[in-house]
């Protein structure tokens, strides 16, 4: 059974960092593309990072050099690092696994077959 659990989300001043982590099991993890979504209750989701089973990484506009996204296959475990965070920021976050090996822009929300619950990320004074 394949679960994908994020957490590290949490309330942040304007300005700070966060580091989100995604646990993944039931896969081969190291197969498979990953990536971080964000969404806000009534809105669709959107891209915010991707990384494919080489490494390579692709980030959307909204967070190009603030977010970094990283990945551990000995821990099967997905990482967003988050720095400079602005109340924009704030919405919920998800982690989501493609059974592709590599990805092209623009990212596709359809490509990822597989989803977390998402962890709540703040951004607030």
């Known amino acids: 059974q394949v679960q994908l659990v994020e957490s590290g989300g949490g309330f942040v001043q304007p300005g700070g960092s966060l580091r989100l982590s995604c646990a993944a099991a039931?896969?081969?993890?190291?197969?498979?593309?990953m990536g971080w979504f964000r969404q806000n209750l009534g809105q669709e989701s959107d891209a915010v990072a991707t990384?494919?089973?080489?490494?390579?990484?692709i980030y959307v506009d909204s967070g190009k050099g603030r977010f970094t996204i990283s990945r551990d296959n000995a821990e099967n475990t997905l990482y967003l690092q988050m720095n400079s965070l602005k109340p924009e920021d704030t919405a919920m976050y998800y982690c989501?696994?493609?059974?592709?090996?590599?990805?092209?822009?623009?990212?596709?929300?359809?490509?990822?077959?597989?989803w977390g619950q998402g962890t709540q990320v703040t951004v607030s004074s």
């Open positions: 039931g896969y081969p993890y190291s197969k498979y593309s």
């Open positions: 990384i494919d089973t080489a490494g390579s990484t």
């Open positions: 989501a696994a493609a059974a592709l090996t590599y990805l092209l822009p623009p990212v596709r929300s359809v490509d990822f077959g597989y």
